[in-house]
Structures are given as structure tokens and as C-alpha cells.
């Protein structure tokens, strides 16, 4: 039988590296997710470039030209709209949704931080690490709520942090660990292998949705 892929969005304002791990796993016969579109709110994002030499529908909408944000989303609903879009990963995606957005997309869009959360929400996570002093950080995959990085946690990856790690030394070692989480994340909810209990994510119990990373002693 074949298998009912879910008609997936990746939203980006960049390079897209965790968008390209997800569409490198969606390209395996058995995973859940069918990757349709690609779609930026910076139309000279490098990802868009690398998307289309794959082949896949891109959508470009520059949010500076809209006068509301709420403009600005009608766009980008009425592109999810036009390919069929069942469920949405944001990668990258430097643009807060307002609340109608999300609740439209409820339990139906997720994100990739990269801090173990609720610690360190918000930018500059991996300098706000280092100076906290903290000895473990990581990255989390969460369903998307109206407020900032808040939201059920799906699966999560811890990376040890080094004395003699810099801001982009750990950003580096936590970028590859996103790209592991985050395609198990993804195959987690399309494949109906999770329910919510309140605004937390139970997980069927032969899945490990959060491996422990390890990075070489200091």
C-alpha cells in the first residue's frame, strides 16, 4: 500500500541548512512527510536557490513590502493554500506569526530553538549560554504557540559546553545536532506516533525522539 504523505511547508530567511536535512529525509519512501514548498519571507534567501535546483515549489514574499503583518500572512496563506498544505515546519523563519497565524496552524506548525528550552529563549542563545556558564546546551523541536518560543516540546538534544567553546564554536555543534532532531521531530508528528496531554507531547514508547549528543572532552 502506498504510503499518504503529509503535505509539509519549510518557512526560511536564509540559507536553510535545517531545511535541507528535512528535505534530504522526506526524500526516504517510508517517511510520513512530503516536502511541497518552500517559502521566504526575504526573496534573496540562499535556501530558495538550493530548493528550486531540487525541483521544489519556492515562494518568495518580502514581509517589508506589506504594510501589516497581518497582510503579509494573508500571502503566505493563500501560497500554503495553493499547493495544499497540511503541515508547516518553520527553519530559520525570523518573523513572529500573530496569534490568528498560529492558532490556525494549532498543533499543525513546529520550530527548531537552539537552547535547551525554556532556558534561553529569544536570539543570541548560544553567547547568552556561554556567559551563563551553563555546561550543557542543545537545541529543541516545539510545537508553535503565539508567544516566543513557548510551546508542547517534541524531542530535544543536549551538547556539552566547553570551556574553551566560542559563541560559534557551539553554535556549530548544536547546528548539527538540529540537523538530527529535527527530521526525527518532523516524522514523529506526521506519523501520528504523538498526541498532546494539556501542552505536553507524549511519544509512543519505541521512540527516542531526543538522542544525547556527545562532542569531544575539552
Same mark, same amino acid.
Given at each position: 500500500m502506498t504510503l499518504k504523505k503529509v503535505r509539509t511547508a519549510i518557512l526560511i530567511s536564509g540559507r536553510g541548512s535545517n531545511m535541507q536535512a528535512l528535505v534530504e529525509a522526506a526524500r526516504?519512501?517510508?517517511?510520513? %512527510? &512530503?516536502?511541497?514548498? @518552500?517559502? #521566504?519571507? =526575504?526573496?534573496?534567501?540562499?535556501? *530558495?536557490?538550493? %530548493?528550486e535546483a531540487?525541483?521544489?515549489? !519556492?515562494? %518568495?514574499?518580502?514581509? !517589508?513590502?506589506? +504594510? !501589516? =503583518?497581518?497582510?503579509?500572512?494573508? /500571502? *503566505?496563506? &493563500?501560497?500554503?493554500d495553493a499547493v495544499g498544505t497540511e503541515f508547516v515546519a518553520l527553519a530559520g523563519f525570523m518573523r513572529l506569526m500573530t496569534p490568528t497565524f498560529v492558532k490556525r496552524w494549532h498543533d499543525r506548525m513546529i520550530n527548531i530553538h537552539p537552547s535547551l528550552l525554556p532556558s534561553f529563549k529569544g536570539l543570541h542563545t548560544h553567547a547568552r549560554a556561554i556567559a551563563a556558564g551553563v555546561r550543557i546546551s542543545g537545541c529543541t523541536v516545539h510545537f508553535v504557540?503565539?508567544?516566543?518560543?513557548?510551546?508542547? @516540546? @517534541? +524531542?530535544?538534544?543536549?551538547?556539552?559546553? *566547553? /570551556?574553551?567553546? !566560542? &559563541? %560559534? #564554536?557551539?553554535?556549530? =555543534?548544536?547546528?548539527?545536532?538540529?540537523?538530527?532532531?529535527?527530521?526525527?521531530? *518532523?516524522?514523529?508528528?506526521? #506519523?501520528? =506516533?504523538t498526541r498532546r496531554e494539556g501542552e505536553k507531547v507524549i511519544i509512543s514508547q519505541d521512540v527516542n525522539p531526543s538522542p544525547t549528543l556527545y562532542s569531544p572532552r575539552e
Amino acid at each position: 500500500m502506498t504510503l499518504k504523505k503529509v503535505r509539509t511547508a519549510i518557512l526560511i530567511s536564509g540559507r536553510g541548512s535545517n531545511m535541507q536535512a528535512l528535505v534530504e529525509a522526506a526524500r526516504a519512501p517510508d517517511y510520513p %512527510a &512530503e516536502i511541497v514548498l @518552500i517559502a #521566504s519571507n =526575504r526573496p534573496e534567501a540562499p535556501g *530558495l536557490a538550493w %530548493a528550486e535546483a531540487q525541483g521544489i515549489k !519556492t515562494l %518568495a514574499l518580502d514581509h !517589508t513590502s506589506y +504594510a !501589516t =503583518r497581518d497582510a503579509f500572512e494573508a /500571502s *503566505l496563506q &493563500e501560497g500554503l493554500d495553493a499547493v495544499g498544505t497540511e503541515f508547516v515546519a518553520l527553519a530559520g523563519f525570523m518573523r513572529l506569526m500573530t496569534p490568528t497565524f498560529v492558532k490556525r496552524w494549532h498543533d499543525r506548525m513546529i520550530n527548531i530553538h537552539p537552547s535547551l528550552l525554556p532556558s534561553f529563549k529569544g536570539l543570541h542563545t548560544h553567547a547568552r549560554a556561554i556567559a551563563a556558564g551553563v555546561r550543557i546546551s542543545g537545541c529543541t523541536v516545539h510545537f508553535v504557540r503565539p508567544e516566543m518560543d513557548e510551546g508542547p @516540546i @517534541i +524531542a530535544q538534544a543536549a551538547v556539552p559546553v *566547553l /570551556s574553551s567553546d !566560542t &559563541e %560559534a #564554536s557551539l553554535a556549530a =555543534r548544536i547546528l548539527e545536532a538540529e540537523h538530527t532532531i529535527y527530521p526525527t521531530a *518532523l516524522r514523529l508528528v506526521t #506519523s501520528d =506516533r504523538t498526541r498532546r496531554e494539556g501542552e505536553k507531547v507524549i511519544i509512543s514508547q519505541d521512540v527516542n525522539p531526543s538522542p544525547t549528543l556527545y562532542s569531544p572532552r575539552e
